[in-house]
């Protein structure tokens, strides 16, 4: 992982899923704890060996948010030689097996992945529609729960990154990040299918 310029990543978003909508909770926390998780970027496919510029793959919401703090840098994982095929593989792997996206989004998803001819993902799709029919996928808020899931997921994610430098945070970002762990601890057993 390594901390890539703004200046050096491309607007064009051929790997973007859904807008990114608003990202000012994300940006308030990386604003208090840092940047957790990085985005996942890859060497523009357009430029020379050793040229920096890249494309983002995932990770959409952390940018918008970290450009909203008005950074320069931001935490990267960058992929030196991703083919599209596995550029769409890397970008779409939680969106068909957690299924955060509703039906417009998973039907927008398959279009752009028949286009970059990934025939593994067809299936994926598929299926995930399949689930969205049986489960229902509320028009107002379309795959909202599997969101949240997705989203507690990414926390998760975070959490697990940040453990490798957990000493290196500030006192008083510790302590914001427990109090987070606590109420969260708190809410379950409100969350918790309750026993007869």
């Known amino acids: 992982m390594e901390y890539v310029p703004l200046s050096t990543i491309d607007p064009e978003e051929p790997f ?9 909770a994300l940006a308030t926390s990386i ?18 060996r050793g040229e920096a ?14 450009r909203l703090l008005q950074r320069d840098r931001v935490l990267a994982r960058v992929h030196p030689d991703l083919a599209d095929r596995e550029a769409w593989a890397l970008v779409s792997a939680g969106a068909l097996l957690d299924e955060p996206l509703g039906a417009a989004e998973l039907s927008a998803l398959r279009e752009k992945l028949d286009a970059a001819k990934v ?14 029919a049986r489960t229902g996928d509320a ?13 507690l997921y990414e926390v998760n994610r975070a959490l697990h990154a940040g453990l490798a430098s957990w000493r290196e945070f500030p006192p008083e970002a510790r302590a914001q990040v427990l ?18």
């Open 31 to 48: 604003g208090r704890l840092g940047q957790l998780a990085p985005v996942e970027l890859r060497r523009h496919p357009g430029t020379a």
């Open 53 to 66: 510029r890249y494309q983002v793959v995932a990770g959409h919401r952390r940018l918008a948010a970290v």
């Open 179 to 196: 109090a987070q762990l606590r109420f969260s601890a708190e809410l379950l057993p409100y969350l918790e299918e309750k026993k007869a």
């Open 119 to 132: 025939e593994w993902a067809g299936p994926l799709v598929e299926a995930a529609l399949a689930r969205l």
């Open 139 to 151: 028009g107002a808020a379309p795959g909202a729960p599997a969101r949240l899931a997705q989203q």
């Open 16 to 24: 973007r899923l859904r807008e990114p909508g608003d990202v000012t």
